[in-house]
């Protein structure tokens, strides 16, 4: 089957440490080698901690970058660098600098219909916002307000309904939820959980908090210093954790009953500029041996759909059976 959304081995060097003349020095690898598939319909979480290069990979994704090499398809069409995709909508962190403070909501949620000349009555254009307000949970009443008279969350669910506005079939999301408490959290991931049952969205849900996107997506997948180090089924991953990074996020994750074999993950993260030899993660972890700090370890299938890039992974499941 044709993939929805198509990343094959992207990269994303950025220039840095510039001289006299602006002339960079080294180069920093936000993003090294990713190569990931979306299905239709279907929700990969991507995770990682701070500097992982998630949201780079998502602006590739959404077309507002253009890699340093690699390709992005979108139903097979190559998109590497192009914006405005149909069909693929981003949804940011922070609500309140992608709405513009001087719009009304109807405005703002009407703004892809207008922008892709749309006609439409006034009428017209305020029964199909407060459809979809009603359909992220806001009552009509929100219509002619301005984003400032809302709260994080209800600024969030703004957001979404103008993402939806454009008639999605995919949503990348990065960081939505991290600028809320936790109950506001629960309540968005909800919406977007049912968004997805409803509409069938696909959706690439960015976060640096493995419990809010194990909630929401089928498949995870894990980024550390823009590699991938593990993807496979959300539950098999959550539950059953191969990568030595993979098991410190879970231990960080408070969860009755789930077994707390692991340490969260210790230490700093290196700097992209000037990553480890061998295993990026190999400073850091606990199996560490010579071949890690030496080699760096390929991304191979370990079992049908589960996927990891350790030297050490196969032996740490056997050791904890089945
Ligand atoms: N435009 C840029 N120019 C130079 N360096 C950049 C740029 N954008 C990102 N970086 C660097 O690339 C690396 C990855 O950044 P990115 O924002 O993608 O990480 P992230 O995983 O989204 O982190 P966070 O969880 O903090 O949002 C970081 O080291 C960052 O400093
Ligand atoms: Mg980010």
């Known amino acids: 089957m044709k993939a929805l959304l198509a990343v094959e081995d992207v990269r994303m060097l950025y220039p840095a440490r510039p001289d006299a003349w602006g002339r960079p020095r080294a180069w920093l690898h936000a993003v090294d080698g990713v190569s990931l598939r979306v299905d239709a319909g279907e929700v990969v979480g991507l995770v990682g901690e701070s500097g992982c290069g998630k ?73 199909e916002a407060a459809a979809l307000l009603a359909e992220v949970g806001l009552d009509e009443g929100a219509l002619d307000r301005f984003p400032h008279a809302f709260s994080g969350g209800q600024r969030q669910r703004i957001g979404i309904a103008r993402a939806l506005a454009a008639r999605p079939r995919m949503l990348v999301c990065d960081e939505v939820v991290s600028a809320l408490d936790v109950s506001v959290q629960a309540l968005v991931v909800n919406l977007l959980a049912r968004l997805r049952g409803e509409r069938g969205l696909a959706m690439v849900f960015i976060s640096h908090d493995l419990a809010v996107v194990e909630h929401l997506s089928q498949r995870i997948v894990v980024m550390y210093l823009g590699r991938l180090v593990e993807e496979g089924p959300s539950r098999d991953v959550c539950s059953r954790p191969l990568h030595p990074y993979t098991q410190a996020l879970l231990a960080a994750v408070p969860e009755p009953g789930r077994p707390r074999s692991r340490a969260p993950v210790q230490g700093e993260a290196p700097s992209p500029l000037a990553p480890p030899t061998g295993c990026p993660f190999h400073p850091r972890c606990p199996l560490a041996s010579a071949r890690c700090r030496a080699e760096m370890p390929a991304w191979r299938e370990s079992s049908p759909g589960r996927w990891v890039a350790c030297h050490e992974a196969a032996a740490d499941v056997s050791q904890r059976g089945p």
């Open 55 to 127: 949201s780079t990979l998502g602006r590739i994704v959404a077309g507002l970058e253009k890699p340093t090499r690699g390709v992005v398809r979108w139903d097979g069409l190559d998109v590497t660098g192009r914006a405005g995709t149909p069909g693929l909508q981003m949804v940011f962190q922070d609500s309140s600098g992608a709405l513009d403070p001087r719009w009304t909501v109807a405005q703002i949620v009407a703004e892809p219909w207008l922008a892709r000349g749309r006609r439409m009555s006034r009428a017209e254009l305020r029964q």
